[in-house]
């Protein structure tokens, strides 16, 4: 059996979005259990707007050490 080129890329690209919405799910969830279950809307929007899943999985890691959302936003503005 030949599978296509095109087929490959679209899993492949279906792969990458399923991780990076994955990394969202964790950050947020990792933000609200260690800092309140109210994210404020910009970390949000920040969230949602990142598509680099290393990026995501360095704010995750940031989010582990805090105990709010503004030593957060400072943990990932440095």
Known sequence: MRVSQQVLEWQAEGKAEAKVETRRADLLCALET???????????????????????????????KVRSYDEFRAAISS
């Open 34 to 64: 260690l800092c309140g279950p109210e994210t404020p809307a910009e970390v949000a929007t920040l969230i949602a707007a990142s598509a680099d899943p290393e990026q995501l999985s360095r704010w995750l890691d940031a989010a582990l």
